[in-house]
Every structure is written in structure tokens, then in C-alpha cells.
């Protein structure tokens, strides 16, 4: 294999194998935090209005 192709690919072949289970561990709870979406801020209106589509659903069931 050239020299350059070789420097090019990096260490790929071995980089997760040599993971810490601490590490992995962190990169879990990284992932998971970067997936969480905020909860939107509702006025008092937008409150009622699902208010009254819950209670809507729940009497009609």
C-alpha cells in the first residue's frame, strides 16, 4: 500500500477496538442529550385548546 493512501485512511482499522468502556459509555449519554428535543413553550391559549382536544378524546372513548 502507498504511503499516502496509507496516511490518508487514518488508523480506522483499529480506532474502535481500543475504546475504554468509560468512553463508550460517555459517547452514549452524548448522543442521547444531542437527541433530546426541548419541550415548546405554551401560551395560556395553546393550553386550552389541548385541553379541550384531550377532553374531547377522552370522552369519546
Known sequence: MSEAIHLRRGNKLWQTSFML???????????????????????????????????DSLSTH
Do not use: C, I, T, W
Not at 463508550?24 to 442529550?33: A, D, G, N, S, T
Open 21 to 55: 468502556p468509560e468512553h463508550v459509555e460517555e459517547l452514549h449519554k452524548l448522543k442521547y442529550e444531542e437527541s433530546k428535543v426541548p419541550q415548546p413553550m405554551l401560551d395560556e391559549q395553546e393550553l386550552y385548546e389541548l385541553g379541550l382536544v384531550a377532553h
